[in-house]
């Protein structure tokens, strides 16, 4: 039992660390979608009655082991420390994790000046990554993935729970990001993108039997992972700030931020004045660091000013 279910345990783990240090709004996620995910197993696949302390007695260890192997993993990306934090009055390993939760939790408290539709707020918009999907998702992928997720709904039934997960997890997601008052980029949510690939893959999927007797199987399999793959390449190398036909001819209009223009031009930019031989340029400038010495900005440079136009 116990080899059997190491890689599983291992997957789970590792993955549950990823997420935790790769974006803090995880662990606004991962409870909800968790305690989803266990009401949907009780509700419509959970064993026999009787049968429940056996299966709790197999899930309940697999479940530690597999959260035990996540915090060693999150701990040693914070390089093994130990020390006090401001959540706790007493030493705890990782502090600066837990001080980067109350960071975004007065973050969140805060606000955060964003941008959406030609209006500027510090609260934020409770559609605002609604309105972000809509927007920056790839048609193909955003038009299967939904009509996959519709279709995993209705094909649920008892002892197939499961099928419901990626559509829980879609809904979950949307609905706390209503609360959200960071609102500076599709990025805070992009496990949604997860869900809709697998919307996505079992729409085609369901498809293909009555596409195939038309004899449109292969083509439309063949279509649909070209069209899936051709936003990206066509947007190359702009992939940040592409947007999908739906944000129309002027998406800056739409998003900003990181949506749009999160300083990963430098390089580029860098090139085109030496191209134009400018000794000087004005720049508001994002992120820390000595823009000549690491992209071969001009060595004068200097942040733009609102009292009017400079040269």
Not at 11 to 18: I, Q, T
Not at 40 to 67: C, H, M, N, Y
Not at 84 to 103: H, N, Q, T, Y
Request: net charge positive; charged share 15%.
């Amino acid at each position: 039992g116990v080899q059997t279910c190491a890689l599983p345990i291992s997957v789970a783990g590792l993955a549950l660390a990823g997420t935790v240090v790769a974006k803090f709004s995880t662990l606004a996620f991962l409870p909800a979608t968790a305690g989803a995910g266990l009401a949907l197993w009780w509700f419509l696949d959970s064993p026999p009655e009787g049968d429940w302390k056996v299966t709790a007695r197999r899930l309940i260890p697999q479940g530690l082991l597999a959260g035990a192997l996540a915090a060693v993993v999150i701990w040693g990306v914070y390089f093994f420390s130990f020390g006090k934090s401001g959540m706790f009055s007493f030493p705890v390993p990782a502090p600066e994790l837990f001080d980067g939760l109350i960071e975004v939790q007065q973050h969140n408290r805060v606000g955060h000046r964003a941008f959406l539709l030609g209006e500027i707020r510090d609260t934020g918009w409770y559609y605002f990554y609604v309105v972000a999907l809509a927007v920056k998702m790839p048609l193909v992928i955003l038009g299967l993935g939904i009509a996959g997720l519709v279709m995993l709904m209705r094909k649920t039934h008892r002892t197939q729970g499961a099928l419901l997960a990626p559509s829980v997890a879609v809904g979950i997601m949307v609905f706390a990001s209503f609360f959200s008052r960071i609102q500076i980029g599709l990025r805070h949510i992009l496990p949604v993108t997860a869900a809709l690939a697998i919307g996505g893959g079992c729409a085609l999927y369901w498809m293909l039997p009555w596409l195939s007797r038309k004899n449109w199987g292969v083509v439309a399999t063949v279509g649909t992972l070209v069209l899936c793959a051709a936003p990206s390449i066509l947007a190359h190398p702009d992939y940040i700030p592409y947007f999908n036909p739906l944000a129309g001819s002027r998406p800056d209009r739409v998003l900003s931020d990181s949506d749009l223009d999160w300083g990963q031009d430098l390089k580029r930019v860098a090139k085109r004045l030496k191209q134009l031989g400018a000794t000087t340029v004005v720049y508001n400038q994002l992120f820390p660091g000595r823009l000549d010495e690491l992209y071969g900005f001009p060595s004068t440079y200097g942040p733009l000013q609102p009292d009017g136009p400079r040269s």
